[in-house]
């Protein structure tokens, strides 16, 4: 059987591809700026603030788009406002041997699933998910994950409370920017 004997087989074909970075100039991260304040912010509102015309701004989005710096514009739900307060920490260790592959395929099916990354240490998987309520994750556990061909064990860490969410983008792309001015001079 392929799964016992290349327990990592498969892995590349799913997981997000390493990309090498894009090179970013001075224009480009006040783009990301400006963007990280306000996602919906129009190219003409944009292109005042940077002194540029809105095809030069568009271009530049378009290319931010194409290398994958810009990967979306995205809604943040309130999962705890929509009726999903409990946020759990899944850790999973998998049958020695077995494929991760095709468990965190399975993972990504179950909706409760946010995200799923693949960690070095005593644990193969770290996942994180969001729930109703105790009920709803007892079920979730038994009649799901539990259920998943190669899950050997997991440890299920459910949050007492969250720090506040953060805008880290902002602060990282100034980072950025005082890098690359650094480099500059």
């Given amino acids: 059987m392929a799964d016992s004997v290349t327990p990592l087989a498969g892995l590349a074909a799913i997981v997000a591809p390493q990309v090498p970075p894009a090179v970013l ?7 990301l700026r400006l963007l990280a304040s306000d996602a919906r912010t129009s190219q003409r509102s944009l292109a005042r603030t940077l002194g540029m015309s809105p095809p030069a701004v568009g271009e530049r989005i378009a290319r931010l788009e194409r ?5 979306g514009y995205t809604l943040d739900i309130g999962w705890p406002e929509a009726g999903f307060p409990v946020t759990v920490f899944l850790t999973i260790t998998a049958v020695q041997g077995y ?10 099916e179950l909706p409760e699933v946010t995200d799923v990354s693949l960690v070095t240490g005593a644990i193969d998987l770290l996942a994180r998910l969001v729930v ?6 007892r079920q979730l556990l038994l009649e799901r994950v539990w259920q ?7 440890e299920t860490l459910v949050t007492l409370a969250e720090m506040q969410p953060k805008q880290f983008a902002i602060p990282l792309l100034d980072s950025m920017r005082g890098a ?6």
């Fill in 148 to 154: 998943i061909t190669g899950v050997q064990r997991t």
């Fill in 180 to 185: 690359h001015q650094g480099g500059a001079a």
């Fill in 67 to 71: 290398a994958g710096v810009i990967r």
């Fill in 132 to 137: 109703r309520d105790h009920n709803h994750l």
């Fill in 25 to 31: 100039d001075a224009v480009d991260l006040e783009i």
């Fill in 99 to 108: 494929s991760l592959a095709p468990v965190i395929e399975a993972l990504r």
